[in-house]
């Protein structure tokens, strides 16, 4: 199988790097920090303090 793209909503990005990333072999092509006003915040109900990267 082969994936183009795929995005993940996770409580911890360090964590989730070190599951995917290191355990399951996933390449990690980019992370980027989303600004406040991106649509993500409202679309996923991400908290005021959360980060979006």
Avoid: C, Q, W
């Avoid at 599951?19 to 915040?41: A, N, Q, T, W």
């Amino acid at each position: 199988m082969h994936l183009k793209r795929v995005n993940l909503v996770v409580a911890d990005l360090d964590r989730s790097l070190t599951v995917y990333r290191d355990i399951l072999g996933f390449k990690v092509f980019e992370v980027s920090e989303s600004p406040k006003s991106s649509y993500s915040y409202p679309v996923f109900n991400f908290p005021k303090r959360a980060r979006s990267r």
